[in-house]
């Protein structure tokens, strides 16, 4: 395969172009990191960029875990997300199917249905009554069920299902499957990057959700990471919150507190779109569909 | 709803007459008892925890007391639409808000497809997959932080201004302080932020690209640059407008959020938008009757945004939410 | 401040203020009684004749034997413990009286989402402690007379008197207090915190570099030109000694500067907002005066005494990182984190950094009293009683308790012999607080044992803070902001429905417009010529409108009994 020197003159400035956006968009999550490692006053003390942890002390890590109930924060966060976003998988792909097939008389009135949601909700007080009234309230179950699938991530997987080529469907059925098959057995398979970004929308949602658990929860041990971490946050740097008592002693953490919160709420969850990376290449359907 | 019956075109039986309509009906929960079956839980969820608590539009129109609940506060009627189409800045915020959802539609949303349409070109899986990472990150800082860091570098004797003066002689700007600048800042610091996040989901769907598309064109000769726009853009194309679609639907949500950590009063001119003037209110008095009036408002002008894109899509294109 | 802190302390309106009143009170201005309430056996209440620290069978009611109990955590009680039953002062509480309370705890500072829905789901717990301030958070439909004839909590007044003999007594020898408590139909809707000592409701004001000041052979600044010459001396004279002229002689925030201290403002007694002028209510940014006051501000602009960037100095941090690298030479700032947190900070590396807390600025030599920062002492916070509690006498004396000797001393202090000792009559801290051995901040030694680092149904003594503020700096600014002049604060009105939803709209759009004007006029955008166009303008938005609702709402405070 040969290629002009065009070609090679527009690999080498693209490749040049995305380095430099990694670079500045990098900054950011590393300049949380240092200064998560700093010493608070040099934090503060410091203008621009910064390169290099001064003055190292692990104390902003210190007192963020120090709080009785990080531990079991991350726990609840974990099983929020998984429970969760299995559940979204499912609820969605069914959603997505239905809504997508061909021939479903039906299927636009529900869509529409569905789309009207995204703009008219009942807000907050109605839908608090109705999961207290559904016995969920100050329960995991009011983190899980209600956010059981999202009408933008339901459109998203649904338009990749429609260009899922329809005759693998109607062989399938010819060979005797129904929907439920198609569904598991070809559908899915050959949308695993569609898949993979529900994944990465709805873990990461669930994994950044604090408003419901706070309207919801009441039992401290039910609380998921997120809030624990955001009552960190206005306590050691929200300077009204801390006047009087807080103000001068706690607070002299507060600027890298900040940080250190950010590296503790954000670690985990970055870990994530690696592992799911592998599904974006070009062609990683090859195999499904020649099969 | 009219929508039910207007079969879409690709419709295989043609409908004939009323009891045609019948027929179908039987014949389609007998072919897709499963399809329907699938979608019973859907549906069942949306209108448990949509469509029941809808009630709740109701205190637009009240006084809302929590001592009476909803449905025993007081009517008020158009009160707080009045309030709100009444104030001094009406005008003002709602174009703020309507040029920064703009701007954003421009800059924003086609950023994060040109950095896919370049990351799917990169040569080298490592260096691809490292850019990936690496430029969704910054979706990940809290909006506190990154507004932290644009004030500082922004400032006066900011880094910003070290560089444009040691560069090019420029006197120092305070770009958050004049607000010619704020939409640059604003927008240029939502692509900083979002770009990488963004473009995922076009990755995904040219993951689903059939590559002996590429194969066969590439024997006809075809030119990466060709392939692009023949393959690759036509292959994320129903993304592209759906995604577009919702966009628009969204138009008049911009986030309070980040401009309350960027604007300030020298900058109200071009910063204040809907949700920032709605928040300082709330700072005045909680009332959730008019928040509640305000964003029915902003519904009901997402909506038939929404509504006109999907149809002005249908008849432009193929794709379209229904 | 920085502006997002700034609108969530507004937010949370008194919620912030009571944190600030947080810092410290007792009730008799008398540092060394042992607090309030402490006259034994008050003889005027119903039944009560026993205070709490008496026997509780000699009242007709008991401790309930149970009771829920919301109440946000303290952040600095959330770094050590999930519950408030960790709580030393609460376990000794239990023990005294036989309750046990179970606690309900919404995160910190995220309260007001939580407190609404209970509210709209009718299902109250049985105490409910939380900021019922209407300055701002509660719009007159969700205010406590409404709450009160809603059926969602009690009024205490009856129970208060009959069952309540600490709190009774404390009401009795303050007046002022009840006063302050009692809504405008007549309610009491909360057991109160309240700060007894005037002193403590001034925590914020002026601050100097003391060290520039030295160098430069300057006094602090007490009148507005020897202000002028002081910054002009700062900007001129290199104090910081790097050789440049980077100095920025004053650091301005429009929000905490003006609204909050009233400072320079003060001077020409006005306020930036709502002020009461002996019975009268006035708004200070139409007024004659105001004028004068930007016209200086705009030439100390022009003059290089203010920070060019001033306005968009929006994030905290920028404002601490200028001060600690010795680029400012007076801010105003709380005497925690403002004053005894930066001096912390260079205590090591820059020794001779010192700050000084400045008098505010008179108009001139001999001039009138400047206004400056207050606090009401009781600004909405307290434990309410849900209308739905089985036993609300026995919740009552429950509450009361801590408003007794023994309950004051345990909330504010914690266990004697373990967090305190008595030296001269002086609950003196122990090392278990002042330098916890494991090494615990402060304030969070101080959460494990006793609740007064921040709000709570109790009143706060003043000897907290007076040993909260290690440094002797802090406490000389008290003093010093203390000699302001108070007179002319609004007390905590309340607007009725019909006052507050008029006004709503209205005060949003004049907020916008003063704020927008103060920087065109103090940047020299607008010539000051044209305040009196302003003024008119102000006046098209119908400012009289909301002037009139305040008038209304303060003369039904003042002819409150």
New interface residues.
Partial sequence: MSRSRGEHLFDLLNSLLLILLSLITLYPFLFVLIASLSDPKWAIQTRGLIWYPKGFTLEAYRLVFQNPSIITGYLNTLLYVTLGTLLNILMTSFGAYALSRQQVMWKNPVMFLIVFTMFFNGGLIPTYLLIEDLGMADTRWALIIPAAMSAYNLIIMRTSFMSVPSSLEESAKLDGANDFTVLFRVILPLSMPVVAVMILFYGVAHWNSWFSALIYLRTRDLYPLQLILREILITSSTETMTTGVGGSDKMLFGETIKYATIIVATGPILLLYPFLQKYFVKGVMIGAIKG | MSTAIQRPSDSIKPAVDKSGFKYRLIRDAKINKYVYLMLLPVVVYYVVFYYVPLYGLQIAFKDYSPGLGILHSDWVGLKHFKDFFGSHYFSRILRNTLLISFYDLLFTFPASIVLALLLNELRSAMLKRTVQTITYMPHFISIVVVSGMLVDFLARDGLVNNLLHAWFGVQPITFLQESGWFRFVFISSNIWQNIGWGSIIYLSAMAGIDPSLYEASRVDGASRLRQTFHITLPGIMPTVVILLILQIGNFMSVGADKILLLYNPTTYETADVIGTFVYRKGILESNFSYSAAVGLFNSLINFTLLLSANALSRRTSEHKLW | ?N??????????VS??LL??????CSSNGNSNSSGTATSPAPAGTATGTGTAQASPSAADANYPASMTY?VQ????A??????YNEMAAYQEIEKKTGTKVEF???????E???F??M?????LPDVVEYNFGST????A??SPD??I????LLRLNELIDQYAPNLSEVLKEHPEFKKMITTDEGNIYVMPFLLGDELLSV??GPIFRQDWLDKLNLKVPTTIPEWEAVLTAFRDKDPNGNGKQDEIPFFMN?NSDYDLNHLFVGAWGITTDFYNDNGKVKYGPIQPEYKEFLATLARWYKNGLID??Y????????K??KI??NEVGAYSG????G???YL??QKE?NPSFSLVGAPYPKLTEGGANPLGQYTNPFTGYGAAISAHAKNPEQIVKWLDYKYGEEGHMLINFGIEGVSYKMENGYPKYTDEIMNNPDKL????A?AKYFQS??NGPFVQDKR??EQ?YTIPA?REAQKTWFQADHSKQMPSISLN?DE??KT??I???V???R??M???FV?GAEPIENFDKYVKTLEG?EIEEAIKARQAALDRYLSRK
């Fill in positions: 401040m502006r997002k802190q700034k609108s969530l302390q507004l937010t949370l919620a912030t944190a600030v009143l947080a810092t410290g919301w955590m303290n952040g600095n959330g770094a050590i413990m999930k519950t309900q705890h919404p995160p910190t500072g995220q007001k989402d939580q609404n829905i509210l709209a789901s009718g299902n701002v958070g509660l719009s439909s969700q409404a709450l004839k809603g059926k969602q925590v914020n429009l060019k960037d306005a968009s100095i929006t994030d905290a941090k920028l601490d990182n600690l690298n709380f005497a925690g984190s004053l005894g947190r912390t900070l590396t901040p402060m304030s969070q101080m680092g921040w907290v803070i909260y802090q429905a507050s939803s709503a709209s005060m949003n759009d907020k916008t417009y704020d927008e103060f920087n065109k940047m938005m």
